[in-house]
Nanobody, 125 residues
Framework: VQLQAYGGGLVQAGDSLRLSCAAS????????VGWFRQAPGQEREFVAA????????NYIGSVKGRSTIYRDNVKNTVYLQMNSLKPEDTAVYYC???????????????????WGQGTQVTVSS
């Protein structure tokens, strides 16, 4: 499966953005999809995941309550809606997909087989 991430941009603190991860090649619903982010000089960090088939979601604590990950199976796309953005959300955001993840491995970037290119999110204060 090939992934394309887009939707980033330059916004002000408190604004919202919706990131998209579009898949081609195979039905996306059979994949667990994760969003990760990487700020300059930092390690890649797990943000959220949506589990294959069940659609159960998982979030890092710093975005929980202000972000929603969801999928549109018709459009073969997974979205990350981010609200009340903060300057510390500034990073390059990546989407990733895998079919063999166990629940405990969802935050681990090494568990994902497929990656999209990043999309830059910059939040100004």
């Amino acid at each position: 499966v090939q992934l394309q991430a887009y939707g980033g941009g330059l916004v002000q603190a408190g604004d919202s953005l919706r990131l998209s991860c579009a898949a081609s090649g195979r039905p996306f619903r059979s994949y667990t999809v994760g969003w990760f982010r990487q700020a300059p000089g930092q390690e890649r960090e797990f943000v959220a995941a949506i589990r294959r088939n069940s659609g159960i979601t998982n979030y890092i604590g710093s975005v929980k309550g202000r972000s929603t990950i969801y999928r549109d199976n018709v459009k073969n796309t997974v979205y990350l809606q981010m609200n009340s953005l903060k300057p510390e959300d500034t990073a390059v955001y990546y989407c990733a997909a895998g079919q063999t993840l166990i629940v405990s491995s969802e935050p681990n970037p090494n568990a994902y087989a497929y990656w999209g290119q990043g999309t830059q999110v910059t939040v100004s204060s």
